[in-house]
């Protein structure tokens, strides 16, 4: 009796996908006897695999490792740093963001440039220059760019922006934009929400996603806010990110906190994005040439302005308001603050902090931690680039056939 070539090759796949990604959410090197422990796997079907990791430059030995035999050292295995890598782009308040990213989510390049004009496609002509420039010192350092995933401040269905009041846009195929202008890189695209790719970033800072295996360690519940050209929401649920039916979800700028509030671009009224966005906190002042609108933010609480006092004591009430709300519904036991929000956190934590002391239900047992987000301002593109750690460890089989 034979076997089918064509089931062995798929239980091959699966095999290798399976140790890849123990190998991925492990904490430090991992040896190959652990790697057998973990799966189940032969020692000879590890020692196969493994060096099919080594070969398509997705594993990397790196010294020595205890697999829990006193005096057995052993080599250990750990994510390559010449491999594969992710490019994020992000569109927020100050200007344009394009960072890459290796397997490990190491921030390998990451550079800015002003947003001069929010035109859909003047914005996604810019961005394209910088991805080219990106995947050109990327290789320089033995990194090939396979992913480029677009950060905007909206909800996306597919690759078109249905609505990104802070840019004008509306209906915009940023998806076919993208195309477009990284058609000469080859690399495969995709359009999120800047609130969830910060999430998604945050959720690897934490180590959360590098815990969370196919075994269901640990378990983390956050809510991560993102305060830029728009207020966004990234909503975390055992280890996982949370998109809504469509994708659509997140869209906290939009939460109504006072019915008969001032009117919102977005055509309602009494939105949060009304009391917290940074067009809020400037009241309606001009950003001097050369000045983000965070620094002038901060200049002005730091220099005491009585106005803009008020404004950021509003703004965190507002945003308090708004997330005890979400907290009291999914019962979500941690606040990141981030994007613009993280750089102004030690003027709203408490303000945001004693809003969800009064409304949050079971504050009292389980105070809701509030904090700045890890990686700040960052989080949306190094979130995007990190697309790439999930579309390898989905099927690295692919990304090896392909490299051959």
Known sequence: ????????????????????????????????????????????????????????????????????????????????????????????????????????????????????????????????????????????????????????????????????????????????????????????TAVDSEANLAARGELHATGADRSLNHFGRTATHFIYVSGGLDIGAGLVMDGRLMRGARGWGGQLGHVTVDPEGKPCRCGSRGCLQTYASLPALLGGEAVPPGASPESVILGRADAGRPETLAALDAAASALGVALANVCNLLGVDTVFLGGSFALMDSWLAAGVRAELEQRVLFADWAPVTVRPATIGPDAAAIGAALAVVDRISADPAAWIAANR
């Open 1 to 188: 009796m034979t076997s089918d070539p064509a089931r062995q090759e798929r239980l091959r796949e699966l095999n290798l996908g399976l140790v890849f990604r123990e190998v991925l959410a492990a904490e430090g090197p991992v040896s190959r006897t652990e790697l057998a422990a973990a799966t189940g796997l032969t020692r000879p079907t590890i020692t196969r695999i493994v060096e099919e990791l080594l070969a398509g430059r997705l594993v990397t030995e790196t010294g020595t490792t205890l697999d829990g035999r006193a005096g057995r050292p052993r080599m250990g295995l750990t994510l390559s740093r010449s491999g594969p890598a992710g490019l994020g782009l992000d569109i927020r308040s100050d200007g344009l963001a394009a960072c890459v990213v290796d397997l490990a989510g190491k921030v390998r390049h990451l550079v800015f440039a002003p947003l001069t004009d929010t035109d859909a496609p003047a914005v996604l002509e810019r961005l394209g220059r910088m991805a080219s420039e990106a995947a050109d010192a990327a290789a320089a350092e033995g990194l090939t760019v396979v992913t480029a995933t677009l950060a905007v401040p909206g909800p996306v269905d597919g690759g078109i922006v249905r609505t990104a009041p802070a840019l004008g846009w509306r209906d915009v195929d940023a998806g076919g934009l993208l195309d477009a202008a990284l058609s000469g890189l080859g690399l495969a």
